[in-house]
């Protein structure tokens, strides 16, 4: 398995500004994603965090909006700028690891529970 | 575009009784995996399956991937209250390549 952590944890932020998520994973993978969920419902993709090159953005949403970056194959961070309170939901970011048997396993890490008041 | 619809959306029963959810698709997925949700948690990972009429076992839960891969299905055998959580089955059309399509999620509720 993959452990991958998250910071911060939780966070209330003021509407207009910004709010940067680190996520790290233990160890290498092939892909990172980041996903947005409201409680109690399904995940929504936001974008692919792709090593070294820009992140591919779902329908949806934007690079100006969530600009993300993956400098390295086991550290990713997202960005919810200029928040406005439709921003509040759990940000989870999320590793694709290959296995010797070759299926790939997704991973998910605790979440970020964002308040935009 | 790729759906998957999960039924039933809330399942609330008693300690001890058995439960199906279904995950449904008019689409083939190469491989499906299941997921299981706390409050306050990212989701865990339960199984993947990745054959046609495949059947996993972990404990209590049993798995089961559609003949045609469209469809999977997850029992829960004498329901315990620590099964509590959202559950989410994910599918992958060609895993190494392209994202997971999530499905809906069933929030169950095990009363002890």
């Known amino acids: 398995s993959a452990v991958i952590s998250q910071k911060p944890s939780r966070d209330i932020c003021q509407r207009g500004t910004s709010l940067t998520i680190q996520c790290q994973v233990d160890?290498?993978?092939?892909?990172m994603f980041w996903y947005r969920q409201q409680p109690g419902q399904s995940l929504t993709l936001i974008a692919t965090?792709?090593?070294?090159?820009?992140?591919?953005?779902e329908s949806g949403f934007v690079i100006d909006k969530f600009p993300i970056s993956r400098p390295n194959l086991t550290f990713s961070t997202l960005t919810v700028s200029n928040m406005s309170p439709e921003d509040s939901s759990i940000y989870l970011c999320?590793?694709?690891?290959?296995?010797?048997?070759?299926?790939?396993?997704?991973?998910f890490g605790p979440g970020t529970r964002l308040t935009v008041l | 575009t790729q759906l998957l619809e999960q039924s039933p959306q809330f399942l609330s029963i008693q300690e001890g009784e058995n439960l199906t959810v279904y995950c449904n698709s008019s689409?083939?997925?190469?491989?499906l995996q299941w997921y299981r949700q706390e409050p306050g948690e990212g989701p865990v990972l339960l199984v993947t399956?990745?054959?046609?009429?495949e059947v996993k076992k972990l404990k209590r839960l049993t798995f089961q991937f559609g003949d045609a891969r469209k469809d999977s299905s997850l029992h829960i055998t004498a329901a315990q209250p620590g099964d509590t959580g959202l559950y989410l089955c994910?599918?992958?059309?060609?895993?190494?390549?392209?994202?997971?399509?999530f499905g809906t999620g069933t929030r169950l509720t095990i009363i002890p």
């Open positions: 999320s590793a694709r690891r290959s296995s010797t048997s070759g299926t790939d396993t997704q991973y």
């Open positions: 160890s290498q993978v092939t892909m």
């Open positions: 965090a792709n090593q070294g090159s820009e992140a591919t953005y």
């Open positions: 689409s083939v997925f190469s491989s």
């Open positions: 399956v990745v054959t046609g009429g």
């Open positions: 994910a599918g992958a059309s060609n895993f190494g390549n392209e994202k997971l399509t």
